[in-house]
């Protein structure tokens, strides 16, 4: 009797760690790398930004508006345009999804820095707190709760981006649909998706754990409310 296509567990078995660049395991690596750079790379920069167009409020508008141009980009056709430059390396990738991310978590420092009560900042000030006190000790965790909303949407969109790249050989999990389309066989499909979507959950979880590490007094506020 011929043997019949392999089960999805004996496929992730044969093809978890073959030792080449498309096992499962070097294509995880990749889309966690590809994920998390961008992410980390767009709150670096979109927090001193954020803080300028709170400081200087003119700078806001035309800093979001190329932003939401920036965002408004297809991925597929600037990966292509960035081939030229970065050629077919995880740059290529992880450039637009730094911006990607920024055109979100801007707004998003802007508005957490806003939500600040006025009678906060000026209690600070009466306490005689220096600026830099009292934005790192006043404003940035009263403005936690916001940031971290956003940077939940990047984390998400950031991880399901990746997948693109497979397109131009750099997108990690994403190299398993392409397989998938290049031979029809639905395992690495359905491997790909339940991967993608797991990072996409513990992502998230781990921006809620870390909202609430951050935030005891909202956790003790509710907790009053009930």
């Known amino acids: 009797m011929a043997d019949g ?5 004996e496929w992730i078995g044969r093809n978890w760690d073959t030792g080449r660049v ?13 994920s998390l750079v961008p992410i980390l ?36 056709p600037v990966f292509m345009l960035l081939i030229s ?20 978590l801007i707004p998003a420092v802007v508005d957490g820095l806003g939500s600040v009560p006025d009678h906060v900042r000026q209690s600070a000030v009466a306490m005689g707190f220096t600026p830099l006190r009292r934005l790192l000790a006043v404003e940035l965790p009263i403005a936690v709760p916001v940031v971290l909303a956003g940077l939940r949407v990047v984390a998400v969109s950031s991880i399901s981006l990746v997948s693109v790249g497979a397109l131009i050989g750099q997108g990690g ?3 398993l649909f ?13 491997v ?30 509710r907790g009053q409310g009930s």
């Open 5 to 9: 296509p392999p089960s999805i567990w």
């Open 173 to 175: 999990l994403g190299g």
């Open 41 to 76: 790379f767009a709150l670096v920069v979109a927090l001193p930004l954020g803080l300028a167009c709170v400081r200087w409020r003119w700078l806001y508008q035309p800093t979001s508006g190329f932003m939401n141009v920036v965002y408004a980009l297809p991925s597929l």
């Open 192 to 221: 790909g998706i339940v991967l993608v979507v797991a990072l996409a959950l513990v992502a998230d979880g781990l921006l809620v754990l870390a909202q609430r590490l951050l935030t005891p007094w909202v956790r003790a506020r």
């Open 22 to 34: 498309d096992s499962i395991k070097n294509l995880l690596i990749d889309h966690l790398t590809m």
């Open 85 to 104: 430059v970065t050629g077919l390396s995880q740059a290529t990738v992880i450039i637009p999804l730094t911006f990607y991310g920024m055109a979100v």
């Open 178 to 190: 392409t397989r998938a389309y290049q031979n029809p066989f639905m395992p690495p499909v359905i």
